[in-house]
Antibody
Framework: QVQLHESGPGLVKPSQTLSLTCTVS??????????WSWIRQHPGKGLEWIGY???????YYNPSLKSRVTMSLDTSKSQFSLRLSSVTVADTAVYYC???????????????WGQGTLVTVSS | DIQMTQSPSSLSASVGGRVTITCRAS??????LNWYQQKPGEAPKLLIY???SLQSGVPSRFSGSGSGTDFTLTISSLQPEDFASYHC?????????FGQGTKVEI
């Protein structure tokens, strides 16, 4: 059973860069079968997929955030990271890391999630 | 982007009752539809994928149906632990998108 755990500052100032790390245990972060994703949830709202990084497939960023997002993978630490630049109060949300996988090579799902971390953007 | 619209946004139900939640896609997504359950303060949990396939370990009182643009999640006999929010998500095309969620309350 893959487990994920987010870490990073809970408070970021406007215009600065939000940086989060997800530590993976119980599974190989370098498996080409997995799409390591970041997903966020604004307070009281629905879920928004930010994008993924895959060891073999590279990255995909949601076009709505693409200009501000960078994801990276550190296989030596079994971690992947999110950087979101030029943040505003609209980026205040709970941020989840999740493992994406294609069941039967076709059905993409998020089948393991971290517990989530609240990031507040405020001066 | 494919827009996902859930209805209702919230509903009240009783233990033992039957609950149906609807999810509509803005275009044909065939059966590329997943459902997640989220309890307060917790991360979402995968319930159903490919519109109707039950994830391992999920009770059989949960079922999904539909194809094309219209999908439903049904809980046949609501249990106390089922009071939560439910989210649909399309995996037909990137960017993958979610519905706004449905809160099931007592």
């Amino acid at each position: 059973q893959v487990q994920l755990h987010e870490s990073g500052p809970g408070l970021v100032k406007p215009s600065q860069t939000l940086s989060l790390t997800c530590t993976v245990s119980g599974g190989s972060i370098s498996s080409g079968d997995y799409f390591w994703s970041w997903i966020r949830q604004h307070p009281g709202k629905g879920l928004e997929w930010i994008g993924y990084i895959s060891y073999t497939e590279g990255t995909y960023y949601n076009p709505s955030l693409k200009s501000r997002v960078t994801m990276s993978l550190d296989t030596s630490k079994s971690q992947f990271s999110l950087r979101l630049s030029s943040v505003t109060v609209a980026d205040t949300a709970v941020y989840y890391c999740a493992k994406g996988e294609a069941f039967a090579s076709s059905w993409y799902v998020f089948d393991s999630w971290g517990q989530g971390t609240l990031v507040t953007v405020s001066s | 982007d494919i827009q996902m619209t859930q209805s209702p946004s919230s509903l009240s139900a009783s233990v033992g009752g039957r609950v149906t939640i609807t999810c509509r896609a803005s275009q044909n997504i065939i059966k590329y539809l997943n459902w997640y359950q989220q309890k307060p303060g917790e991360a979402p949990k995968l319930l159903i994928y490919a519109a109707s396939s039950l994830q391992s370990g999920v009770p059989s009182r949960f079922s999904g149906s539909g194809s094309g643009t219209d999908f439903t999640l049904t809980i046949s006999s609501l249990q106390p632990e089922d009071f939560a929010s439910y989210h649909c998500q399309q995996s037909y095309s990137t960017p993958w998108t979610f519905g706004q969620g449905t809160k099931v309350e007592i």
